[in-house]
């Protein structure tokens, strides 16, 4: 495998002195699609949070194509390349989903061809171009959070539980969009408790439990410990 594009090196981050994450190491190579699966409260989103700068870790480094990262704001390191779509989608309700998009390059003023390539991946989109965020149904604003994040060009994609609140099919739809751009080179990071369609979208996966990395290993190693079957698969 190639070096590291993102690697996480004893990373511990918390709330309030309390750390929820504890020395999770991890990497991501260029191109690579990692998951890290595990239940809710198991520390996903702390730990994203962390990489993208929403929160400073209590300790360890966040390196980002060799340079540590660890504790820069959140814009600096979506502007370097590392970009977060939260569970929550956090889109702007009173605007179109043109708008939406266009900030999403902010403070870049894209070109029309970016545009086009979102339409392209998601022709929804396309179709509701002037349609207000807010009035979107659930799979539709995952759309628009994936597509607005694709707009600011990232080398490093990151989701966190991008099937909230999506009924089987959307949430099937979603994964589909997901392993369009991991085929197209795009270097992904998505932490999920639909261990299922992640699994399905990776190269490699890591098993996060109260906090800790309990297992690492290929989709194939994980889909078939037993283990994961037990805890995720419900076999």
Not at 187 to 195: D, G
Request: proline fraction near 6%; charged fraction near 20%.
């Amino acid at each position: 495998m190639s070096e590291p594009l993102l690697k996480l090196d004893g990373l511990c981050a918390g709330y309030l002195g309390q750390d929820v994450v504890h020395d999770v190491s991890l990497s991501v190579a260029e191109g690579e699609a990692v998951a890290v699966i595990g239940s809710n409260g198991a520390g996903k989103t702390t730990m994203l949070r962390a990489v993208c700068g929403l929160m400073p870790p209590s300790r360890g480094s966040v390196y980002f194509d060799g340079t540590d990262i660890a504790g820069d704001k959140a814009h600096r390191v979506s502007r370097s390349g590392v970009v977060y779509v939260p569970a929550e989608r956090h889109l702007f309700p009173q605007m179109s989903v043109k708008e939406n998009l266009i900030l999403g390059a902010y403070p870049k003023r894209p070109p029309s061809s970016q545009l086009d390539q979102v339409f392209d991946l998601f022709p929804r989109l396309k179709e509701r171009e002037s349609q207000h965020a807010g009035t979107m149904s659930g799979g539709e604003q995952q759309m628009l959070a994936v597509g607005r994040a694709l707009m600011a060009a990232p080398r490093v994609l990151m989701l966190d539980e991008p099937t909230t609140g999506l009924s089987p099919l959307l949430a099937s739809e979603a994964y589909n969009a997901l392993a369009e751009l991991r085929n197209a080179g795009l270097t992904i990071l998505v932490a999920e408790q639909q261990v299922p369609l992640a699994l399905g979208l990776a190269d490699r996966g890591y098993v996060l439990d109260h906090g800790r990395i309990g297992l690492t290993g290929t989709a194939d190693d994980l889909r078939n410990d037993p283990g994961v079957r037990k805890a995720y698969l419900g076999v």
